[in-house]
């Protein structure tokens, strides 16, 4: 059985663990706009981001991205499906991933260079299809990835 994660108490977001240390993915990037504060899941707190351009999702334009765990270009696991917003998923379904990457740059607040940033994205992405298991679908009450679930 998974343990349940760790959220954000200011975000509501699912928290990674990198070097030991609680952080948003983002952070990794410096795209985060404050320090993770983890405390233990609780549904009612959850919030729920796109995990390509981190807009909040509302619960009728979830969708996910089916996906195996994989180890990501800075070292974290990617642990299962993806959440994704409806403008995400359309892109990955059609394979756009050029343009997926340009939506969270277009909205970047970090002090990386742009082409840095979307460098990373590139092999993020990249980790992403080689362990991709099916197109993206509506989210349904179980799916991993945009909720918790025990296994």
Not at 58 to 85: E, H, I, Q, Y
Request: glycine content about 6%; proline content about 7%; overall charge negative.
């Amino acid at each position: 059985m998974k343990k349940p994660p760790k959220i954000c108490a200011v975000c509501g977001q699912v928290l990674d663990q990198w070097l030991g240390k609680w952080i948003h993915t983002a952070e990794l990037a410096d795209m985060s706009d404050h320090v993770a504060v983890p405390v233990d899941y609780d549904e009612s707190m959850l919030v729920v981001h796109c995990d390509f351009c981190h807009d909040v999702v509302a619960l009728a334009d979830r969708w996910v991205v089916p996906a195996k765990d994989f180890m990501t270009p800075v070292g974290t696991v990617s642990d299962g499906n993806w959440a994704a917003c409806s403008t995400c998923a359309e892109l990955v379904a059609a394979n756009k991933w050029d343009d997926l990457i340009e939506r969270p740059l277009g909205r970047q607040h970090t002090p990386l260079p742009r082409e840095m940033l979307r460098e990373f994205l590139t092999e993020y992405y990249a980790g992403l299809r080689k362990h991709q298991t099916g197109p993206p679908r509506r989210f349904r009450p179980g799916d991993e990835g945009a909720t918790y679930q025990e296994d």
